[in-house]
């Protein structure tokens, strides 16, 4: 079974500096898709960038990027310019190219935002 | 656009008492998942269905049941309500072809057993 492991339960950094996020996988499957999901106070889930694991090129949207290492099974989100509404939980994810296609969550990063 | 509706938002059982979580999709997704969440435990799948009459169980299914008899609704049923079964109840849904496709989530649902 497919794990996922964010060993960072807090985070924090001051407004407008950049921060990174940990995320670590295992699987034995070639074809899989990694995320990273965001939870505001709200609770709602809001999806923050996606990676398809077939690409070499690691995902941008606008200040959210990754680091994609494949064979390290790697998947780190880096947050630039941060902001007072960035703060929130960051969940990493998984997700297998077959089957069902569930996915597999880490354990969360609490993120806060010094002004 | 509602997306992904569950109802109700919060309920407070007394430990032994049932009910019923309700999550509705209007985008015509095939697939859809009930997840929990618990502190420092991220979220867990606890049943799922790949379509319309099937459901299959997931990660942390015992004390749970559903049923999917019409594709845009997904039920989570809670026969005997435990303490332990304090938590989030997150529903999801996607579409079934696309691994790239993300997760649609509802607002969650808190519950609390007493």
């Known amino acids: 079974a497919q794990t996922v492991t964010q060993s960072q339960p807090e985070m924090s950094v001051q407004e407008a500096e950049t921060v990174t996020l940990s995320c670590t996988y295992d699987?034995?499957?070639?074809?899989?898709?990694l995320f990273w999901y965001k939870q505001p106070p709200s609770r709602q889930m809001i999806l923050v960038i996606r990676?398809?694991?077939?690409?070499?090129q690691n995902a941008t949207e606008n200040r959210f990027s990754v680091n994609f290492q494949k064979a390290a099974k790697s998947f780190s989100l880096k947050i630039s310019d941060s902001q007072l509404g960035d703060a929130a939980m960051y969940f990493c994810?998984?997700?297998?190219?077959?089957?069902?296609?569930?996915?597999?969550f880490g354990q969360g990063t609490r993120l806060t935002i010094n002004p | 656009n509602a997306g992904v509706t569950q109802t109700p938002k919060f309920r407070v059982l007394k430990t032994g008492q049932s009910m019923t979580l309700l999550c509705a999709q209007d985008?015509?997704?095939?697939?859809m998942y009930w997840y929990r969440q618990d502190p420092g435990m991220g979220l867990r799948l606890i049943h799922y269905?790949?379509?319309?009459?099937?459901?299959a169980k997931g990660e942390v299914p015992d004390g749970y049941n559903v049923s999917r008899l019409k594709k845009q609704n997904f039920l989570l049923g809670l026969e005997s309500a435990a303490p332990s079964q304090t938590s989030v109840y997150f529903c999801?849904?996607?579409?079934?072809?696309?691994?790239?496709?993300?997760?649609?989530f509802g607002n969650g649902t808190r519950l609390t057993v007493t």
């Open positions: 985008m015509n997704h095939e697939y």
């Open positions: 990676q398809e694991a077939y690409k070499q």
């Open positions: 994810a998984y997700r297998s190219g077959q089957g069902a296609q569930k996915l597999v």
């Open positions: 699987t034995s499957e070639s074809d899989y898709y």
């Open positions: 269905s790949v379509g319309e009459g099937t459901t």
């Open positions: 999801a849904s996607s579409y079934a072809v696309q691994g790239s496709a993300p997760l649609h």
